[in-house]
C-alpha cells in the first residue's frame, strides 16, 4: 500500500514569510510525528499527535513553529516569520499501534526546507 | 537525559568485506533501540529494533544487531556488505510514545 507521503519534496522561502508543510500518514495508522533533520544530524523529535489526544509538543523548538492534525488523517506544519537557523530537512512518520515506544514508525521522505 | 553517540562520522568498507557500524547509548532504565537507514532520496527504514529478549537481533537486508548492556552498546553488524548498503545509519533510543533521541549517523561509503 501507498507509505507516508509529504508535501512540498523541496521549499525555498524568504527568511520571514510563513511555510506550511504537509503530511500524509499510512491509512489507518493512529499516530504521526514530525522531526527535524539539520544537515548532518540526526532527527530532532518536534510534535507527536495519537489519536484524538492533546498531541505532545515538548519538541517545539519556539512559538513559531505549530502543527495541526484532523483526526487520524492529514498534518500540517506551519513554521511563521521563518528564520535561516530554520533550515533543514522536515521528516514525518506515522506508526499502527499507541505510539509507544515498541511500534514501528513509517516514514516518508521528507520536505526539504531552505530559508534565504 | 537520554543521548546516543555513533563514535564513527564516516566509514569506508570494501564490496564483501563484514561492517560494524558502532552506537552507544546513556538511558536510565531498559532501553528501546532501533537502527534505521537512510538512503539518497529515500526515507527511513527500519532496519531492527530491540525490546527485551536475546541479545543479538536480527534485521532486514542481513543486518543484524547486539545489544550490550555493560557496555550500554547496540552495535550494527553485517558479514558481507553489498555496494547497495552504502546510505546513513542512524541508532536511536525510544523513550516513550513515539519520542525517539536519534544519533548523528554514520555515513557508509562501499568500494568496489
Known amino acids: 500500500g501507498a507509505g507516508v507521503s509529504q508535501s512540498p519534496s523541496n521549499k525555498v522561502t524568504e527568511k520571514g514569510k510563513d511555510v506550511e508543510l504537509r503530511c500524509d500518514p499510512i491509512?489507518?495508522?493512529?499516530?504521526l510525528y514530525w522531526y527535524r533533520q539539520r544537515l548532518g544530524q540526526g532527527l530532532e523529535f518536534l510534535i507527536y499527535?495519537?489519536?484524538?489526544?492533546?498531541?505532545?509538543k515538548s519538541g517545539l523548538p519556539s512559538d513559531r513553529f505549530s502543527a495541526e492534525r484532523t483526526g487520524e488523517s492529514v498534518s500540517t506544519l506551519t513554521i511563521q516569520r521563518t528564520q535561516q537557523e530554520d533550515s533543514a530537512v522536515y521528516l514525518c512518520?506515522?506508526?499502527?499501534?499507541?505510539?509507544?515506544?515498541?511500534?514501528?514508525?513509517?516514514f516518508g521522505p521528507g520536505t526539504r526546507l531552505t530559508v534565504l | 537525559a537520554q543521548s546516543v553517540t555513533q563514535p564513527d562520522i564516516h566509514i569506508t568498507v570494501s564490496e564483501g568485506a563484514s561492517l560494524e557500524l558502532r552506537c552507544n547509548y546513556s538511558?536510565?532504565?531498559?532501553?528501546?533501540l532501533f537502527w534505521y537507514v537512510q538512503s539518497p532520496g529515500q526515507g527511513l527504514q527500519l532496519l531492527l529494533k530491540?525490546?527485551?529478549?536475546?541479545?543479538l537481533v536480527q534485521g532486514i537486508k542481513g543486518f543484524e544487531a547486539e545489544f550490550k548492556r555493560s557496555q550500554s552498546s547496540f552495535n550494527l553488524r553485517k558479514p558481507s556488505v553489498h555496494w547497495s548498503d552504502a546510505a546513513e545509519y542512524f541508532c536511536?533510543?525510544?523513550?516513550?510514545?513515539?519520542?525517539?533521541?536519534f544519533g548523528d549517523g554514520t555515513t557508509l561509503t562501499v568500494k568496489p
Open positions: 512518520a506515522s506508526s499502527l499501534g499507541w505510539g509507544t515506544a515498541t511500534d514501528t514508525q513509517y
Open positions: 491509512s489507518g495508522h493512529t499516530a
Open positions: 499527535f495519537q489519536g484524538n489526544s492533546a498531541p505532545d
Open positions: 538511558y536510565g532504565a531498559t532501553p528501546y
Open positions: 530491540y525490546f527485551s529478549g536475546d541479545t
Open positions: 536511536a533510543v525510544g523513550e516513550s510514545a513515539g519520542k525517539s533521541t
